[in-house]
């Protein structure tokens, strides 16, 4: 089982440009931060000197895991399928945040397990339970990505030029952890949290399951594939494929928090260039994102604690990051202003 | 000299009835992290169940320091006509981010050297060199303080429920840095940093100059106003002014950075109950900020290393406060959604 993709590195001479046009702008060298290198981030994965954020996109993909059937969530499997539907009636939190951001939000049931609510991509009803066997086969793993792919694809011919990543799937944060841990070497109980709201007992056993799900796959960092196979899930596989045709479109990839940070992983186990792609919207309260951002080098323009998934995040980093470009493409240069430079 | 004001405390009913709604969306409890509490201060502060940002406005008071003659600022005090004229064009990085928040501008000129670019509420053309006497008389800080206070009431009459201050004053840093040492007990050594873009030897002078000046004046945090008019500058008083009439009027606060941050310690020395109704948007890169932020017992909303002021952070906060706000408003509850609760 391979995907092959070849992604170019960022574009340095149009991050050279960003560089030095922000040198030109009405302020301190270097004085708005992050927001100076976030611009130069999107010249370099847009190859363009002007990078604009005009038509954002949210797309949230669902499904369910097999692994619920071990007692791994605070909330029933069914909550999965009702909230696709919440989302469909535009009452979630990323409904919310889409619409305040001026986004288009898609949302996709790759793999719910339940009746279906929107016009259907679905792989499978759920995954298997990874403590018994693989959670999905190679062709279903495949499959699940070329969602992701085809999502993209579609927001790409619409002209959307920013693509922020969500998910729904109750159990999915087992599934995220059980990935991290394989893929960097971690123990488990280093990468596994309390989810939707478990206490400390409850994650304790999430821990157990996991680390009999690895104890029985024995997955590794030289598979990536292989192991999102194993125990991970399909919209984290939809993910994945999302993540890559985006990065072939040279659009930024906005990440959500635990989840979508999980299926970076992958992603970027399978195409080297792809993890400078990526800008972390925030850092989630889950334990396990912290040892993703390390591991992709990324450092998340917001810490608030979140920990609600959907994609909640990333719709809300997008006026951020929208504000960065309108500085870069708006403000006045100190030769246009007339004003006077640093006294020698 | 007293300027007296009183503030209520935060209203308890409110924000109880924010926490319980809060708990009946449709995610999990407090998985929405510091946007739950921040809405529940919101609530608080407005004395509403349903706070809401609708027309948010960033007023910017401009001013010069006397103190520049000892050669504290990287930049020459030209600079401070310079920006305000940027500000009324629409080039500096604060007119790029109101706009992108939806907020209404105000520049106010409260001591500008120079000529007069905007409807004049210049007290006097810049302080006097705080290392040769004080900054200003006291009849200067309350006449500084009037044209605060006046500008929120004209805004509070507009309709206005959101502001957001910022300030733009070659050598204000070098002001704020002697509030916070003034105020708080620090050594001027930890509370002062580069400014626009100080080297290591310039900020070393600069902590001298500092040092003098708190040496001649003898300021304390039992006297305020006294270490303001000592110490302090002319669009920092208005500030104080803008952020007491802002808190009488129960509209929230939002502050930018350093200097907003100095100016808050000294309202919160005047009116108690004051730290309660602010919002801190982000954490500054000047090391004094910390200090602040600390002793009003604020946590940022945002940590990206910006050093800009002119209300920058705080206009770049406002739609994630807004979204905030708008999850409150617009999501579903579990009821409504018919959403299954955690499993027993």
Redesign the interface.
Known sequence: MTVSVELAPLDQAAMTAVGEHLDR???????????ESLVVQLAGITGSATPRIERPAVAVFAADHGVTAQGV????S??TA??V??FL?G???V???A??AGAELVVVDVGVAGPELTVSSRVRAGTRDMTVEPAMTHEEVLAAISVGRNVVRGLVADGCDAIALGEMGIGNTTAASALVAALTGRRPAEVTGRG??LDAGAVHHKVAVIEAALRLHQPGPDDPLGTLAAVGGLEIAALVGAMLTTAEARIPIILDGFISGAAALVAAGIASNLAARLIASHRS?EPGHRVILEQLALEP????????GEG?GAA?AL??I??AT??LD???TFD????????E
């Not at 702008?25 to 927001?35: M, N, V, Y």
């Not at 969530?73 to 029933?76: C, D, F, K, L």
């Not at 246009?336 to 006294?343: D, L, T, V």
């Open positions: 702008l009405t302020k301190p060298p270097g004085s708005l931060g992050r927001l969530s605070a909330y029933p069914d909550v009702q909230m539907a919440n009636n009452g979630a939190a409904n919310v945040l619409r305040a939707t709201g309260a323009l917001l810490d608030l604690d979140l920990r609600l909640s809300l006026p951020l929208r504000s309108l500085l708006e403000m006045a246009s202003a007339g004003i006077s430079s640093p006294s």
